[in-house]
Nanobody, 116 residues
Framework: EVQLVESGGGLVQPGGSMRLSCAASGFTFSNYDMTWLRQAPGKGSEWVSTINSGGYSRYYADSVEGRFTISRDNAKNTLYLQMDSLRPEDTALYYC?????????RGQGTQVTVSG
């Protein structure tokens, strides 16, 4: 059973930084591409970034390109999202996810609020 547990969210001022983590279990983490999604209040889910299984290919939404960095540690079964130059519009519930049969398995999410 896929288990994904996000952590590291909280309240940060505009222009600040935050690092999210996602602990994965129940599957062979190093075999799968991993993704960060987010959902802002009153909006649908938005794709943020994907990293391939080996960690050498990374993809970003235009809205976060140049500000966010996705990474992974396959030895620790952990996915990361370094977020810099945060903006109020980055406020959302952030999920890590892995694709299965055309859909995403995701964790419970961690809330990021950019305000100040």
């Amino acid at each position: 059973e896929v288990q994904l547990v996000e952590s590291g969210g909280g309240l940060v001022q505009p222009g600040g930084s935050m690092r999210l983590s996602c602990a994965a279990s129940g599957f062979t983490f190093s075999n799968y591409d991993m993704t960060w999604l987010r959902q802002a209040p009153g909006k649908g889910s938005e794709w943020v970034s994907t990293i391939n299984s080996g960690g050498y290919s990374r993809y970003y939404a235009d809205s976060v390109e140049g500000r966010f960095t996705i990474s992974r540690d396959n030895a620790k079964n952990t996915l990361y999202l370094q977020m810099d130059s945060l903006r109020p519009e980055d406020t959302a519930l952030y999920y890590c996810a892995t694709e299965r049969d055309g859909d995403y398995e995701r964790g419970q999410g961690t809330q990021v609020t950019v305000s100040g």
